[in-house]
């Protein structure tokens, strides 16, 4: 029995020690913190705009193994808007509106006062572009990228979105194109005050072979008429043409399949006449130059009606 009284009142002891050591003068702290603002109330149609960066310094004092935690972890000072008229608010910041521990005081929060700006919230559609960097293959070219929406709605301030021409998706990589394919991009707010409706869109990327050029002997003109019209001579008869087109496209396109010609719906006006020069290329086979463009149509008087190189208008 004495022997547990005597360790009853040992314990007793201990625990009156380690309380005056807790809260002795040099157990106490006092630390400065930067603490972050939490505004509660904001109106449904207005966003809050300034101050961009919403904290303010609180200098506190109390016990070390109290402060401690508090300083690792710093909680939010609220500030609950009343309804407010217009655009601005001068909110006055209280330590009482801080959740600490009952033995840690708040000493000082500075600045005590903070003005709140607010801009009415607007939505409105806004086109996605597709940054790219990198560089296709030497032998792909970039052929098109069709965008999935390509409109999207934002909201935000109204300042901010009036300014606002595109929305853009995190970059492409060319250089990671094979061939033809369809990616899934993210698109990027343009600041953390604008929220989008779609978060991602799909980017069909279209390539193609890089085309290859080819020059064509000398190809006879041919004129287009209706045969009842004069027979007319062609000056000069031949032109020269470079085509282009994949590799397949070249390989088997045969000359004769380019048709270079003019067409003539009405007798000319005078003794001659200048006309652009047309040219007739098969399916996956594009006309990159004709010399000359233009050629001289003359009346010849002398040659039979029908001969030479004529066509029907069709």
Do not use: C, W
Not at 149 to 170: F, H, N, Y
Not at 216 to 241: D, F, N, W, Y
Request: glycine share 4%; net charge positive.
């Amino acid at each position: 029995m004495t022997r547990n009284l005597s360790l009853k009142a040992a314990s007793l002891v201990i625990a009156i020690f380690l309380t005056y050591a807790v809260n002795s003068a040099s157990n106490t702290s006092v630390v400065s913190i930067i603490v972050p603002i939490e505004v509660q109330n904001t109106p449904e149609d207005k966003i809050l705009v300034r101050p961009t960066k919403r904290a303010v310094q609180v200098t506190l004092k109390g016990p070390s193994f109290l402060v401690g935690p508090v300083v690792s972890s710093p909680p939010p000072l609220s500030v609950k808007l009343p309804a407010i008229e217009g655009d601005r608010f001068l909110a006055n910041l209280k330590a009482s509106e801080l959740a600490l521990p009952p033995t840690v005081e708040v000493l000082s929060v500075d600045p005590p006062e903070m003005e709140f700006v607010f801009e009415t919230v607007e939505r409105r559609e806004v086109k996605v572009e597709v940054p790219r960097v990198g560089q296709l293959t030497k032998d792909l070219v970039l052929e098109k990228i069709e965008i999935e929406p390509k409109m999207i709605q934002v909201k935000g301030p109204r300042s901010e979105l009036r300014q606002l021409r595109a929305l853009e998706t995190e970059p492409i990589d060319l250089s990671d194109i094979e061939g033809s394919r369809t990616v899934r991009l993210r698109v990027r707010p343009p600041s953390s005050q604008v929220s989008v409706a779609s978060s991602e869109v799909n980017a069909s990327v279209v390539v193609g072979l890089v085309p290859q050029e080819r020059m064509l002997p000398p190809r006879s003109v041919e004129l287009r008429a209706s045969p009842e019209l004069p027979s007319m001579k062609v000056e000069p008869s031949e032109v020269s043409i470079v085509v282009a087109g994949d590799r397949e496209a070249m390989a088997r396109l045969s000359p004769s399949s380019v048709i270079p010609y003019v067409r003539l719906k009405a007798p000319l006006s005078g003794e001659s006449e200048v006309v652009d020069v047309s040219v007739e290329v098969p399916a996956g086979v594009r006309l990159v130059k004709v010399e000359p463009k233009t050629i001289r149509l003359r009346r010849e008087n002398n040659v039979e009606k029908g001969s030479g190189k004529v066509r029907k208008v069709r």
